[in-house]
């Protein structure tokens, strides 16, 4: 229950203006449909908000830094029809077999909003890894539900991943600067059908390591603002099968999870 609360009160918390909470600035999107003069206010709430004058900045990120922004699809239908508490769990079941992948890549700051997951990590590649492996499990989860069971599984709607210089973490516990907003962009804004988005500078990262051997880079566009190319990636990686193991056994009803713990 717990759980759940928390996973509604991440919900709520996404509007600028909810009572419960101090009015935080809104992040930079990167939607063409806004209006020249809103994008434009935006771009400076976001700069003042890094200079430090209306939210402090309390961390900056010394060197290179990789940014993964993962996003879910299907929340308003979800919630139509099964309720807001429904699609609360379908966030934490996220969390709870997204959160030792990031654990195992090293993850440097795991934040929340709504049903994103926005990581900060040291390395570009831990990052990506961490973006197929969370979509394997994601999928190997799904597959494991009955038929009716079917209105709990998650659906992903894709991972961004960007890398460079310039993180900040301000005091509501925001990744903010050129990279968390490059990650968010190919994440929230671009992904769909549960696609890995990664950025140029990420991409030349990769090239070199035998793990990333099958990758398959196909150029998807470019922001038109900040001129970020991006490439979605594919490929017949060598994955965890132990991660995915443990994925299931998070798909276990408390009963099973107590029968498991006493056979060990």
């Known amino acids: 229950m717990d759980l759940l609360r928390q996973g509604l009160q991440d919900i709520c918390c996404t509007s600028r203006w909810h009572p ?4 935080r600035l809104p992040r930079r999107r990167w939607n063409e449909r806004l209006l020249p003069e809103k994008k ?5 709430d976001f700069e ?3 200079a430090g004058h209306e939210t402090p900045v309390l961390e900056s990120y010394d060197g290179e830094m990789a940014v993964l922004v993962s996003d879910l699809q299907g929340c308003t239908s979800t919630v139509r029809e099964c309720g807001i508490v429904h699609f609360a769990s379908i966030i934490m079941r ?3 077999l997204c959160w ?3 654990t195992k890549y090293s993850a440097i700051k795991v934040t929340t909003e709504a049903d994103n997951l926005i990581v900060a990590f040291s390395a570009a590649s831990n990052a990506v890894r961490a973006a197929l492996e969370m979509r394997e499990v994601i999928h190997a989860y799904n597959r494991s539900l009955k038929e009716d069971r079917q209105h709990f599984s998650i659906q992903l709607s894709g991972i961004g991943v960007h890398a460079g210089k310039g993180l900040y973490l301000n005091e ?3 990744l903010l600067g050129e990279v968390a907003r490059g990650a968010y962009f190919l994440g929230e804004d671009l992904c769909v059908e549960s696609e890995i988005l990664v950025s140029q500078t990420v991409r030349s990262k990769l090239l070199d390591e035998p793990f990333f051997a099958p990758a398959v880079f196909r150029e998807a566009g ?3 603002n900040s001129k970020i190319r991006y490439f979605s990636l594919e490929g017949d990686f060598d994955l965890s099968v132990d991660l995915v193991t443990w994925g299931h056994l998070c798909f276990r009803s408390p009963k099973d999870m ?3 713990g006493q056979k060990t």
Request: no cysteine; proline share 11%.
């Open 94 to 96: 996220k969390r709870q």
């Open 48 to 50: 003042v908000g890094v």
């Open 222 to 224: 470019e922001e038109p």
């Open 40 to 44: 434009a206010r935006l771009e400076d």
């Open 258 to 260: 107590a029968r498991l």
């Open 172 to 174: 509501h516990g925001d």
């Open 100 to 102: 030792p992948i990031l």
């Open 20 to 23: 419960a909470i101090k009015p």
